[in-house]
T-cell receptor
């Protein structure tokens, strides 16, 4: 079963608006990562937040992590049409090696 | 850096045929992952290797699937015999321990079994 579950499944916004995506997970983690996937392409890493961190920024991206609630959020500010993609959260679990499990993803559509 | 290289990019094959997908990870990376992506099941981890050794193959759907990593720069995922329900995008990815396990994906192999 998948470790992370994103919410919402799909999101449609206007260019310039902020987009917020949420992720919930089930077990203890070492870190949580967010990835982006453009249609027909492989996933690309966006940002990583460690289990002892609460918030992290990278450009227009802001990620929060609440380990007590087993949840994370990804905020994209001032969205652009080029941000249209699917966004996945992924949790890293130490099982003797590092196993990374992906959620179902949020499909974001930014209208120009 | 060339990134993770997968081949073939697209393959259409008939049910019952053997399919071999190939992957060259990023040089120096010590983890290699095989994922499968479908609309119904999302992105599933099939198997991963550390230093060429399979660590967890619990995601491999059945005995028709096998994966090998004979050396640090090459891995294969084989399906024999293939079935229509195997149609999916298969991603190979690699990472380097100590970097938070940021995973670098290839562009995927799009498999259609008819």
């Amino acid at each position: 079963s998948q470790q992370g579950e994103e919410d919402p499944q799909a999101l449609s916004i206007q260019e310039g608006e902020n987009a917020t995506m949420n992720c919930s997970y089930k077990t203890s983690i070492n870190n949580l990562q967010w990835y982006r996937q453009n249609s027909g392409r492989g996933l690309v890493h966006l940002i990583l937040i460690r289990s002892n961190e609460r918030e992290k920024h990278s450009g227009r991206l802001r990620v929060t992590l609440d380990t007590s609630k087993k949840s994370s959020s990804l905020l994209i500010t001032a969205s652009r049409a080029a941000d249209t993609a699917s966004y996945f959260c992924a949790t890293g679990v130490n099982t003797g090696g590092f196993k990374t499990i992906f959620g179902a993803g949020t499909r974001l559509f930014v209208k120009a | 850096d060339a990134g993770v290289i997968q081949s073939p990019r697209h393959e259409v094959t008939e049910m019952g045929q053997e399919v071999t997908l190939r992957c060259k990870p990023i040089s120096g990376h010590d983890y290699l992952f095989w994922y499968r992506q479908t609309m119904m099941r999302g992105l599933e981890l099939l198997i991963y290797f550390n230093n060429n050794v399979p660590i967890d193959d619990s995601g491999m759907p059945e005995d028709r699937f096998s994966a090998k990593m004979p050396n640090a720069s090459f891995s294969t995922l084989k399906i024999q015999p293939s079935e229509p329900r195997d149609s999916a995008v298969y991603f190979c990815a690699s990472s380097l321990a100590g970097t938070g396990n940021t995973i670098y994906f290839g562009e995927g192999s799009w498999l259609t079994v008819v």
